[in-house]
């Protein structure tokens, strides 16, 4: 299992991200993921989940209404859309997929830093 995320960077309060997570070693289109992130000396956090087809997505009371939770199962991708981005949501961002082959491990990518800062 493969998770790499991208798409973190510096940005302004207000302004916009994508982050993509591209997935490998596993059937993509058969198992639910998610966003996390950790901000420095806080643990990590949910920020969004989506089932395996793109249905039912959830969010953290924090970025609802702000962060969007898409997928795209030809290209083994899943996408967070951050809109309105506050400086509390600066953290690094990681994506993660559990229970593949039915074990109850989680597997997380290497992370992406999100910095909103003027």
């Known amino acids: 299992v493969q998770l790499v995320e991208s798409g973190g960077g510096l940005v302004q309060p207000g302004g916009s991200l994508r982050l993509s997570c591209a997935a490998s070693?596993?059937?993509?289109?058969?198992?639910?993921m998610s966003w996390h992130r950790q901000a420095p000396g806080k643990e990590r956090e949910l920020v969004a989940h989506?089932?395996?087809?793109?249905?039912?997505?959830n969010y953290a009371d924090s970025v609802k209404g702000r962060f969007a939770i898409f997928r795209d199962n030809v290209k083994n991708t899943v996408y967070l859309q951050m809109n309105s981005l506050k400086p509390e949501d600066t953290a690094v961002y990681y994506c993660?997929?559990?229970?593949?082959?039915?074990?109850?491990?989680?597997?997380w990518g290497q992370g992406t830093q999100v910095t909103v800062s003027s």
């Open positions: 070693g596993f059937t993509f289109g058969g198992y639910a």
């Open positions: 993660a997929v559990s229970g593949v082959g039915g074990l109850r491990t989680t597997y």
């Open positions: 989506i089932s395996s087809v793109g249905s039912r997505p």
